[in-house]
C-alpha cells in the first residue's frame, strides 16, 4: 500500500500555539449594548465586565449571608413609592415580610410582585406586612406599583446599602442583585430566609407556609 509522507514544515498553523488572549485573572466582555437577560430584563452597556473569580475564593461567591433565622436584622429608614421615609421598627408587633428584588419591571420581579398581589388578602389574613425592596428610587417604584395594583410598600435602597448590610447575596459572579426573602415574627426575629432567582412565585408559596405556621 503506498504511503503518503508530509514534511515538518507543512501545515505550520497546526503546530503553532498562540498565548490566549485573556488570563483567568482578567475580565471578559459580558454582554452588547443594550441587551437583556432573558430571565430579568436588565439592560448592561458595553462597559459592563463579568469578573472571572480567583481561585482562591470559596464557594458559590464572596458574599455570605449576615441576616440568618433566629437572627434579628439590622434597622433600616428608607423612603417608599410616595417618598415618605419608613423605618422597620414601624412593622413590630406584627410579622412582615421583607423581599429584596432585582429590578422594578424585570419579567421575574414583576412575577413575583404580582403574585404577592394575588396573594396579598391572605398575608392579611395572617396579620403581616409586605415590603419590597430594591435600588430603584421613589419614582420608579410608584410607575411599577402603578401600572400593576400593587397595595404593598416599595422601598427605595439607592446604593443597595440595606442590601449589604443585611448580606444578600448577589447572581452571576456578583452582577446580578439577589433575590431573597424574609419573615420576621411580630419580635422582629428572623424565621425564614428564602433565596430563588429563577423561581420567583415560590418565594410567596415558602412565606405563607410559613405564615400560617406562626
Not at 483567568?24 to 437583556?36: F, M, N, V, W
Not at 417604584?141 to 404593598?152: D, E, Q, S
Amino acid at each position: 500500500m503506498a504511503s503518503l509522507t508530509v514534511p515538518n514544515h507543512s501545515f505550520p498553523s497546526l503546530l503553532h500555539t498562540e498565548t490566549p488572549k485573556y488570563q483567568a485573572s482578567q475580565t471578559l466582555p459580558y454582554l452588547p449594548r443594550s441587551s437583556k437577560s432573558q430571565f430579568y430584563g436588565l439592560q448592561f452597556s458595553n462597559n459592563s465586565f463579568l469578573s472571572i473569580p480567583s481561585s482562591s475564593s470559596s464557594g458559590k461567591g464572596s458574599i455570605f449571608a449576615k441576616v440568618n433565622k433566629g437572627s434579628a436584622p439590622p434597622s433600616f429608614t428608607l423612603k417608599d413609592q410616595d417618598g415618605k421615609n419608613v423605618s422597620l421598627a414601624k412593622f413590630k408587633g406584627k410579622p412582615v415580610v421583607v423581599y429584596f428584588y432585582p429590578a422594578d419591571e424585570s419579567p421575574g420581579c414583576t412575577k413575583q410582585a404580582c403574585s404577592f398581589r394575588d396573594s396579598y388578602e391572605k398575608f392579611k389574613k395572617a396579620g403581616a406586612e409586605v415590603v419590597g425592596i430594591s435600588g430603584d428610587d421613589s419614582s420608579s417604584h410608584k410607575a411599577f406599583a402603578k401600572k400593576y395594583r400593587l397595595p404593598f410598600t416599595l422601598l427605595s435602597d439607592e446604593g443597595n446599602k440595606v442590601r449589604k448590610e443585611w448580606g444578600v447575596p448577589a447572581d452571576l459572579f456578583g452582577t446580578l442583585p439577589g433575590r431573597q426573602t424574609y419573615v420576621l415574627d411580630k419580635n422582629g426575629v428572623v424565621q425564614l430566609v428564602y433565596n430563588n432567582q429563577f423561581q420567583p412565585e415560590k418565594h410567596i408559596d415558602e412565606t405563607l407556609k410559613l405564615l400560617q405556621s406562626l
